[in-house]
């Protein structure tokens, strides 16, 4: 790989609906450490953790991994890893790529995928995937974030609502579109650092606030996030206790030496 690019984990303990969320064990691992074991198999050049708890702090430390003690009034894990490229003093041309702390399936061809993007794309500040919407269901679930894109494939709008709208479902437009055509977003991100410091200081936009979804406010102040089409597809992240149990099953399924983190 010609490029270098560094992973933050943000990590609270402080989950509305899994209190712990970090700790939660996932067949003998906390989940922390499961998902430090999926960024370990990408090409980054360092891998670190981003939390405000001590208990968090100490089990990165036990299993070896790097972890930083970070500021606990940030509103997001953003912020959280902005102060991280900081105390990590990582130059603002650097890439950071953001992972999120509850996925112990992310791909690590995915997470290779978002930062080079970011490279083939240097008028661009942020990275991101998707990956085509599987369901009438989940198009129209609020709890799965759609996007759109141009032909450059750069966000034109993410939302919660069934996006592009199909007005003539079922006729023979000339466009040919179908709920199937729509893309599922992915929250997975990489940032150049100047600009992630910057972004982490600009006022929430409006559709931000309505639609409480963060990457809004990039696209309201006029910057670009490239989009690419995940080459592979993550598993399930732990968003609530049915998420645990699924997450649970599948590795307690595998073989031991076979573990997909070891």
């Known amino acids: 790989m010609s490029f270098s690019y560094h992973i933050v984990i943000p990590a609270r303990f402080d989950s509305q609906r899994l209190p712990g969320k970090p700790l939660l064990d996932i067949a003998g691992k906390p989940l922390i450490q499961r998902v430090y074991e999926c960024a370990q198999q990408s090409d980054a050049d360092s891998i670190t953790v981003a939390t405000d708890n001590q208990e968090i702090f100490d089990r990165v430390e036990a299993f070896r991994g790097v972890v930083y003690m970070t500021r606990k009034d940030h509103l997001s894990g953003t912020d959280r890893v902005a102060e991280a490229t900081q105390l990590l003093g990582l130059a603002e041309d650097a890439l950071v790529l953001n992972l999120q702390g509850d996925e112990p399936l992310i791909s690590p061809v995915l997470i290779n995928q978002v930062a080079q993007a970011l490279v ?3 008028d661009v500040m942020i990275s991101s995937a998707c990956c085509p919407i599987e ?3 989940e198009y129209q679930d609020p709890n799965v974030v759609k996007v759109v894109r141009n032909q450059r494939r750069l966000a034109a709008y993410f939302s919660r609502a069934p996006i592009p709208w199909i007005r003539d479902e ?3 437009d000339r466009s ?4 199937s055509d729509a893309y599922r977003h992915l929250g997975i991100y990489a940032y150049r650092v100047g600009y992630l410091t910057r972004f982490c200081e600009l006022p929430p936009a409006p559709t931000e606030l309505t639609e409480k979804l963060e ?4 696209l309201w102040y006029g910057d670009a996030i490239m989009v690419c089409d995940a080459k592979e597809i993550p598993g399930p992240g732990v968003d609530t206790a049915q998420d645990l149990r699924r997450v ?3 590795f307690e399924s595998l073989p031991t030496q076979i573990d997909k983190n070891d």
């Open 120 to 122: 083939n794309a240097p």
């Open 170 to 172: 079922g006729s023979s």
């Open 176 to 179: 040919g579109m179908r709920w």
């Open 248 to 250: 649970v099953e599948y």
């Open 135 to 137: 369901s009438l269901a």
């Open 215 to 218: 990457q809004l406010r990039a």
